[in-house]
Every structure is written in structure tokens, then in C-alpha cells.
């Protein structure tokens, strides 16, 4: 509904975004850097995380994880709901670690809205334009907050004790109270350093794929207002609203860049294509890599 009332605005028909592309050599480059790079950075970063908390993986083997992921999550709110399906594939394969490895993907989470609120606070130091420093602001905001509710031990003698007092679903209170153990026992100290770097450089490649979107379609735009926009606009993308963040991106996206002058058409159109590439092509691989799996389990049987 909100992508119909966006399109109807600026009058988008879906079926020209053809004639949008004014350079396909660029959306090649973006076709391939979610699939090549986020992701390997993405298999990566985890493997690094769940070794840290003692659990062993290959690269490959998450690789694979989080494609299928994503091809599952595309049924779940928010652009970040195949998180769901990655906590509960990588504790099916560790029981023995349910809670603890489930909290190293919401610490990728955490320490990623920490990079994107950084390179935002950042680049608006060098944008040209009167671009508001409260969005900003209030994603600093959140981010302190949460990182405040999960390091303190008053918080984590509270929360806990709260969690006690649920009496309903008996299971699902005790894994909700394991989450949140594991949470505030994850070493943070241990290996951050290169965590950080990797998830710095996934957040630099999904912004990157914008910025070769936009030179697709023949719109030259300094990189870093592309540095102070995105960190804003994934953040917003991630309220659990509407599947895969339809309509709250291409809002989001025409909120900021129109600031830049950009016709609304070219902008939605780039929304939109970004979507594709970031999310339904590796949920497409993903759905024939689960196919794949399905098949050759039932063969060996």
C-alpha cells in the first residue's frame, strides 16, 4: 500500500525502469557485490562471532546459510527478518549452544548499527547541502540505549528477573532468558577490532551498491551523501512494518535524496532496483540452493 501511494505520487510505472538504465556496465557491478562480496564478508564476520563463543563453522557452509536465510525470510517484516531464520538454522545444528549462538546475530546487528551510525555522523560532517543532524542523532540515541540495556548488569539482573515473572509458554522464556544471557556474556573484547572492520566494509559494500545504482541511471552523485543517507535509511527499513521493508526504503529514499534534487521517478526506480539486488537475487540463489539440499536429502534417502 505505501509503495502503491509512493509510485502513484511521482507517477513510477514498474514497467519502464528499463529505460531508467542509462549504464548497465554499473548495474553489473551492483548485481555482483552483494553476491560476491556482502555476503563472503557477511560468512565471514559470523564465523567470526561464533568462534568466539566456541562454535566452529566454515565460511562456505554460513555462506550457504545466510542465502537460504534470506530466501525464507522473505515472508517476515523488515528488511532484516531472515535474521529469524539464521538464529534458528544455526541453533538447530547446535543445541547444545541454543541462546548463546543465536546472540552473536544480534550482535552482528548491534555492532552493525554502530558502523552505520558512525559513517553517517561522519560523512554529514562533509555533505553541502542542509541535511538535519536529528536522525542522526536519534540513531546514536538508540544505539547507546540498546548497547546500555545489554552491557549493564543492572539491566541484565532486571530484564532477567521480569523474564522470570512470564509464567505462559514455559520453553520459549527460558531460550528468550538464554538469548539475553548470551548476549551479555558475549566476549565484545575478544577479536572486536576485526569485527569491526569486516562489518564496516559489508556496510561500505551495501552503500556502494546504491552509488552504482545511481550511476546506472545516469545521476553523478557525490559518494558521500551516499555515506550520510543510507546508514539513515537502513535503519528506518528495519521496522518490522512491511515485508522486506517495501514502501518504508522507497519513502525513505525519495525523503533524502529529493533533498540532492533528484526526480522522484529515477529515485523510487533505484529504491526499488536496490531492493532486487540486495535481497530477491541472493533469496533467489538461496531458494535453489535450499531446492538443491531438498533434493539431494530425499535421493539419500
Known sequence: MILYVICSKF?????????QIDNSY???LAVFTPIIVTTTLS????????????????????YRLILISSFWGLILPSSQGYDVLRIYNIEKRHPEARGKVGSTVFVERILGLICLAFIAAVAWLFVNVNVSFLPIVILVVIVAFVLWIILSRWWYMHIQQWISLIKIQPKAVGYLSKLYEGLHTF???KSLLLSIV??????????????FLFEACGCHINFIYHLCYQPLISVITMIPITF??????EGAFVYFYKQLGLPGDIIIAV??????VITLIPAF???ILYLTDTINGIKSE
Not at 43 to 61: A, D, I, P, Y
Not at 244 to 249: A, D, F, V
Open 11 to 19: 507517477g513510477v510505472n514498474l514497467s519502464d525502469f528499463k529505460h
Open 271 to 276: 529504491s526499488l532496483m536496490y531492493y532486487v
Open 187 to 189: 566476549p565484545f573484547n
Open 285 to 287: 540463489l538461496g531458494g
Open 43 to 62: 560468512s565471514n564476520r559470523w564465523k567470526s562471532f561464533l568462534s568466539m563463543v566456541g562454535v566452529k563453522e566454515k565460511s562456505t557452509f554460513l
Open 26 to 28: 554499473y548495474c553489473i
Open 244 to 249: 522486506g521493508g517495501i514502501g518504508l526504503r
Open 198 to 211: 569486516l562489518i564496516l566494509m559489508l556496510q561500505l559494500s551495501n552503500i556502494l551498491v546504491v552509488y
